[in-house]
Nanobody, 126 residues
Framework: QAQLVESGGGLVQAGGSLRLSCAAS????????MGWYRQAPGKQRELVAG???????NYVDSVKGRFTISRDNAKNTVYLQMSSLKPEDTAVYYCAADNVYFGGCYYGRPDKCNSWGQGTQVTVSS
């Protein structure tokens, strides 16, 4: 099981940008996919973006064209570049990892993710 540490959250104005980072340690050799989920108060945890170690990506429609997920395999780190932020993007963002390329975690099933970060708050003001 990998350990995940997130950073980069904060408070930004609508239209602004923010970059989240997730560094993996421990059993990193087992990781085949990583992704970002978010959860707002009273709402379900939803997939924002996923990426496999081979470079395949998966985004929720609401962030396409605004968010970009990327990876640095040498540094065992995944990033989420968020631009043109909207108030509805406000949530706690969680990094997740899995040991299969195209499993449920990659496709938006949080119960299928193998590892989780502690979460980082993103708040977008009007």
């Amino acid at each position: 099981q990998a350990q995940l540490v997130e950073s980069g959250g904060g408070l930004v104005q609508a239209g602004g940008s923010l970059r989240l980072s997730c560094a993996a340690s421990g059993s990193i050799f087992e990781i085949r996919a990583m992704g970002w989920y978010r959860q707002a108060p009273g709402k379900q945890r939803e997939l924002v973006a996923g990426i496999t170690s081979g470079g395949n990506t998966n985004y929720v429609d609401s962030v396409k064209g605004r968010f970009t997920i990327s990876r640095d395999n040498a540094k065992n780190t995944v990033y989420l570049q968020m631009s043109s932020l909207k108030p509805e993007d406000t949530a706690v963002y969680y990094c997740a990892a899995d040991n299969v390329y195209f499993g449920g975690c990659y496709y938006g099933r949080p119960d299928k993710c193998n590892s989780w970060g502690q979460g980082t708050q993103v708040t977008v003001s009007s």
